[in-house]
């Protein structure tokens, strides 16, 4: 049996990535969201709740952890960034591993990892080709501050803790362009996928 060919799908804040990770899932490719885990761990009777309400009692209101205030509470903070990644790091892995045991049964040749900060944790290593999606900066921000509850402290403050677009493309095994109407964005994607199918 050929071996499973595992694909990070990477890129800043407002680049498009949910977009694209939609994209890879209408092209019959199965993906695994590692934000959608954390809505998981975060959400009442998640495994998360608990060991944060230790941490951070202020950020568990009703029984599940309040995404906003914990952002808050950690933001620009190494220390507190810290504290929380060593509760959901494992956590995540755990669900990670579920996701792949699932996929090998299913015969999957290429699987999707949908993770926002692949460079930033040193990742990039645990995949077999990376892919970025990406788009000018001005076009970046606009989308980034029409989203709801976003301040333009709050989007500096998340940049700061991101690996430039420059460097994430550098390092990228392909870059997907989202500064263009999504059907060219989606013919981007079909092609990667042919390439992917020969790699």
Do not use: W
Not at 118 to 138: H, L, Q, R, Y
Not at 157 to 186: F, G, H, M, S, W
Request: contains cysteine; hydrophobic residues 45%.
């Amino acid at each position: 049996m050929s071996k499973m060919l595992v694909v990070g799908l990477t890129g800043s804040i407002g680049m498009g990535k949910s977009t694209v990770a939609e994209m890879f899932r209408q092209l019959q490719v199965t993906v695994h969201d590692i934000d959608a885990d954390v809505h998981k761990l975060y959400a009442e009777g998640g495994a998360a709740v608990e060991p944060i309400r230790a941490q951070f009692p202020e950020a568990v209101v009703d029984n599940k952890v309040d995404r906003a205030r914990l952002s808050k509470m950690v933001l620009g903070n190494e220390v507190e960034i810290r504290k929380l990644e060593a509760i959901t790091h494992p956590l995540l892995g755990q669900g990670r591993a579920d996701f792949f045991a699932a996929a090998e049964q299913q015969g999957a040749r290429i699987v999707v990892l949908d993770v926002p900060l692949i460079f930033e944790t040193g990742g990039e290593k645990n995949f077999d080709k990376i892919v970025v999606v990406s788009a000018p900066e001005e076009v970046q921000r606009k989308r980034v501050l029409a989203r709801e509850g976003m301040t333009a402290e709050k989007f500096e403050a998340i940049l700061a803790r991101q690996v430039p677009d420059a460097e994430k493309r550098r390092q990228a095994d392909y870059v997907i362009n989202t500064n263009c109407p999504k059907e060219a964005t989606l013919e981007q994607v079909r092609a990667l996928l042919e390439d992917l199918k020969h790699a």
